[in-house]
Structure formats: structure tokens, C-alpha cells
């Protein structure tokens, strides 16, 4: 067993496909389009890269546990719609607002939580049936208009989340920096900390790890938490970049995420999970979808090629995994 | 006399209408592997269920050491120094050897507040403790246990059980759907845990194996410990199966030879 190869190794690391799919998407779309890898179109992926893509890293532990959660896409509308009515009809500051939208979110990570772990029902339904909730208020308390236009420039919460500067020709947003923040400190949890070990026993054999003295109850309604945090915090970023909220914004994206972890090499069923590979499932995604546009793919053929990338990367996970059981 | 490292005195179980241990006594000494034996549904399960911790007791006491104790979870057993292992559900397939048998108890590498695990210290226990349980594979702590056999599978649960100093390790079938030489392992790993101060209660179907490794026997019947000191040095596999059954030879050979409608 020791006696294997780097590359063999390497070769069955759950990353190695979805970093050769990443490199494969970049030569072909940059071979068709040179414009592909233009500091305008690199910096327009980006932007958009890293507010799902927060979504995604908190996703990654909480499918870790066994566990997901379909209401992101609704709290990705629902936290800036709370926070500007809140701005707007001037009960609280924009500040307040947003700590305000983060606490509801938290609220109702808890409750997803608590329904799952106390009642015993599949986090399927119960974050289906919350979906349904948070995106019905969303649409209840705006009429199902979006917000009233507004301007948040010059105040410190926009420049601290989504203030932009130029690093030679590409546009960076300070949300990049928030999310390869994420991106380190989750990975740090999942694979360095106690709690990382806990995660990955709670989706594995939670009964082996209850019998440790594990409370895979708590830690599973963390994750509930952190996930509608994220979602939350991915919204508001959103809608401070367009100025914009938008009450049936994030519509789909629950899946899009789910996507994104499960293309990185994050098992479904819980168990093993991998947040470089969700960094380069979330990339394989918005590349594809930036890149089919510009080598002139119609956009509505987008869902024929992530669901195709989907069935092939489940198969190359399944079929690393097979080898892994096997030690091979 | 020594008072007995485990003592369960009239311990009565019942779910519902069914009475699954029936003023049901039973003990383990120190440093002893007691096999425990019974047909189905003869109460052994449920009897190790409760010192387990995993189901509640409907009365009776339990002693460790001669001191009364409630046992309401797995959690309080292991604190009290009874670990169950089950051929199965004991391991975490997806985690390393070294991150399933420090799990629950990971050693923290300072400043404390990172809570980052010492895997160097968790890789090296793990090294010597698979060395003395007597694996001879040179296999890496980091090894996956969903890569390992199940006889590689039991020896790292008995390990954990070993190293946490668990005064007694309960073997829930412990060589089910194991080969001749695995099972041999699991037989050695189970002596090495006697020979090192830990005591053990073996539960198998194969009674073959349990005559190659305990020092006691206590076999049950319908809830109830009908005997509790069978020394397999000075019985026959012959006679401990009359007592688990209740039958004669007589009996026994005529249900055999009637097959499996009378007890299939």
C-alpha cells in the first residue's frame, strides 16, 4: 500500500478529475475564443464565481454530515430583499439591516436543523418545505416586485463586500477575498480540525460516531446554520454588486450548488467531502457556462452539457471509489 | 472472594408484552473472556445491549467493581470502561485508522482555540498500537479502514478499545463472515487484549470458536443465564449444545434429522 506511486496517488484523489475536466474546459473554450481568457472575461467569472460559490464551501460540509439543504436558493433572495425593506422604510441602518437578514438566517438553518435532527425527517423534505416558506415571504412582503432602486456607494459595508479595484487590466471584488477566506477556513475545519473529523463520522456511520460520544446532532444543525448564513451572506453581496434585490433571485441555484460539490468529488451519501474540489467543481461550472456563450453555444444548451458533466463525473467517482475499496 | 469486575444482578428487560430477560445474573471477572452463548432470541443480545448502554434496563443492578452504576447511553458505558464492538457498525469506513480510534477523542495540538488535531501523535499510537494487537502488515495509520479487512477491521476496533484502557470489550460476533485465517487473528487479537489486563465477553454462533479462546462460558435460554460456569477445557462442544438448546441427545438428534421444519 505504501509502495504506490505519487501519481498513482494522485490519480485517485477525488480532485484529479474535476482538475483535469477544469483544464480540458479552459483549453478548448480559449482554443475556440482567445477572448475566453481576456482580463474582461476572466474578471467577469469571477464575480459571479465567488457568490455562489460561498454557498458551495458551506454546502460541502453540511452534504459531509449526510445531510443538504434546498432552501439556499430562497435565502439567496429572501436575506437582501429583509435587509433593504428594513433600509428603506428606514427602521434600521444598512448595517443593522444585514446583521438582522444573517440572524434570520441563522434562525431558520436552526430550524431546518432542528426538524432533521429531532424529528427525524430526510433534510430533503424538510429544506424543500422551507424553500417554499422563505421564497413565499420573499414574494409576500415586495408584492413580488424587486426592491426599490438604491445606491449603497460610499458606504462601508458595500466596500468591504463587494468594493471593486483594478490589479493591472482584471476587476477584482473584495467578495473574492471573502470567499478564498471561506474557502481556507472551511477546508482548515473539514481536514485539520476536531470538528472536521466529527463531520465526516457523522455522514459516514453516525452511529459508530454517536458510540464515540460524538454529538452528531449538533454538529449536523451547525452546519444547518452555516449553510443558511453563507446563502444569506451570498445574497446580500449579490444584490450590493447589482444593485438589485430581487425577491426570485437565486431561483434554481440550490441544485446548481449541489451540483457544484457533488462534480468536486464530495460524496453524496455523506462520508467524504473535499473543498478543493468543490473550488474546482464551482469553477468547471460558471466556466462552462461563461464559455459555451462565447464560442457561440446557445445559453438555453447550457443544462445538456452540466447535466452531461454530471453523469460523468459521478461515474469517475464511483469508479475511483470502487478502486479505492479495493486497494488499488 | 473478589468481587467480580462486572456484576448484573436480576436484571429484567421487557419490550412491551415480551419479556426479554427474565431476573437474568450474570458477571465477568477481571482479566477473564467469558463466551456467551444462546439460540436465538435466548436474550444475549438485549443482556449485552444493557450493559452497553444502548437500551435501558427495566430492573435489576449493575455493579463494576462492586460499585452500583446507571449506564443510559453508550457514552456512559465507555466512560465507565465497557466498550461493545459490532462487526459492522463500530468503524467509520470513509475515516483513517489513526482519525476512527482517536474519534470522540482526538488529541488537540496547541494554541488550543485552532482545535487542530495531532495527527503526528494520532499516526504514531496508531503505528504501535496495530503492532500490539499483533498486525504484522506493515499497513500506514493513514490507511483507510474502508480498504482494510474485517479481520484488519476488528483488530483496529480492539486496538481502540486497548488504548482508551477499557476495562471490558464486548465482541458482538466478532468472526462472522470472516475466512479460517482471519478468524485465527481475531482469536489471537482477543487473547492479546486478556494478556495486556483487559477483560472480554466474546458472543459467537460458532461455538467452535469460542471453546479456542474463553476461559468461562455462560450460556442463556429464553432471558435467563442457565449456566455460568462452563469450563471449555473439561466439557465437549456436545454437551455445551444440550444446555443451550435444553434437549437431550436424544432430542437433539431427532431435530436434526426431522430438518428445518421443526427449527429452521
Known sequence: ?328 | MAEPLIRMTNIRKSYGRVQALVDANFHVNEKEIVGLLGDNGAGKSTLIKVLSGAVPLTSGDIFIRGKKVTLRSTSDAIAHGIETIYQDSALVTQLSIARNLFLGREPIKPPRFLNRMDQEAMNAVARDLLREVGITKNIPPTTPIGSLSGGERQAVAIARAMHFDSDLIILDEPTNNLGVAETQGVLSFVRSARDSGHSCIFIAHNIHHVFQVVDRIVVMRRGKVVADDIDPKKTTVAEVERVITGMSDKEIRDAISDGPQRHG
Request: glycine fraction near 12%; charge should be positive; hydrophobic fraction near 55%.
Open chain 1, 1 to 328: 500500500m505504501e509502495n504506490r506511486s505519487y501519481i498513482q496517488r494522485l490519480i485517485a484523489r477525488p480532485e484529479f478529475g474535476p482538475l483535469v475536466l477544469l483544464i480540458v474546459e479552459l483549453v478548448v473554450f480559449w482554443g475556440i475564443n482567445p477572448d475566453f481568457l481576456s482580463p474582461q472575461n476572466i474578471s467577469n467569472i469571477l464575480a459571479f464565481t465567488v457568490e455562489l460559490g460561498l454557498i458551495a464551501l458551506a454546502m460541502t460540509l453540511l452534504m459531509t454530515s449526510g445531510e443538504f439543504d434546498l432552501s439556499v436558493g430562497s435565502l439567496f433572495g429572501f436575506s437582501p430583499v429583509l435587509m433593504w425593506t428594513l433600509y428603506n422604510s428606514g427602521v434600521t441602518s444598512l448595517e443593522m439591516g444585514l446583521l438582522i437578514a444573517l440572524i434570520v438566517a441563522a434562525l431558520i438553518g436552526l430550524v431546518n436543523g432542528w426538524f432533521v435532527t429531532q424529528l427525524k425527517i430526510p433534510s430533503f423534505l424538510v429544506t424543500l418545505g422551507m424553500l417554499l416558506v422563505v421564497r413565499g415571504t420573499a414574494l409576500f412582503i415586495t408584492d413580488g416586485f424587486p426592491q426599490r432602486t438604491w445606491s449603497a456607494e460610499g458606504s462601508w459595508l458595500a466596500n468591504i463586500l463587494v468594493g471593486d479595484f483594478y490589479v493591472g487590466p482584471f476587476r477584482i471584488y473584495a467578495s473574492l477575498f471573502w470567499f478564498i477566506g471561506a474557502a481556507i477556513a472551511l477546508g482548515y475545519v473539514l481536514t485539520q480540525s476536531r470538528t472536521g473529523n466529527w463531520i465526516q463520522a457523522a455522514g459516514g456511520n453516525p452511529n459508530a460516531a454517536r458510540a464515540r460520544g460524538v454529538n452528531v446532532n449538533r454538529v449536523k444543525v451547525g452546519l444547518f446554520i452555516l449553510s443558511a448564513v453563507m446563502a444569506s451572506l451570498a445574497g446580500v453581496i449579490s444584490s450590493l454588486r447589482t444593485s438589485a434585490a430581487n425577491p426570485n433571485s437565486g431561483t434554481g441555484y440550490e441544485l446548481e450548488v449541489i451540483a457544484m460539490v457533488v462534480i468536486g468529488g464530495t460524496a453524496l451519501t455523506g462520508g467524504r467531502g473535499t473543498i478543493i474540489g468543490t473550488v474546482l467543481g464551482i469553477l468547471i461550472l460558471r466556466v462552462m457556462r461563461n464559455g459555451i456563450v462565447l464560442i457561440g453555444v446557445p445559453g438555453l444548451a447550457y443544462n445538456i452539457f452540466i447535466g452531461a458533466i454530471i453523469l460523468g463525473m459521478m461515474a469517475l467517482h464511483s469508479w475511483l471509489e470502487r478502486r479505492h475499496q479495493a486497494g488499488t
